[in-house]
């Protein structure tokens, strides 16, 4: 079985980006482990930027993450 790069923005978009509360908590949980501070919020938003050059990646702004500690 083959699994999904997450690191590709429309496999992790796939993976977590569904407005339910499952992928919502198991997205603030991997940040939480990733980043070592607790994830009160995650908010994913679909924000593709224009990109400058025909052979640049467009970049995307893909997460708003709120802290605990703030």
Request: one cysteine or more; proline letters at 1%.
């Amino acid at each position: 079985m083959r699994s999904a790069n997450l690191l590709n923005d429309f496999a992790f978009k796939y993976v977590f980006g569904e407005d339910c509360k499952e992928a919502n908590d198991a997205l603030k949980s991997l940040l939480t482990v990733f980043l070592e501070r607790k994830v009160n919020k995650v908010v994913v938003k679909n924000s593709e930027m224009v990109k400058d050059y025909s052979k640049m990646k467009s970049p995307r702004l893909d997460l708003l993450v709120e802290f605990d500690d703030q």
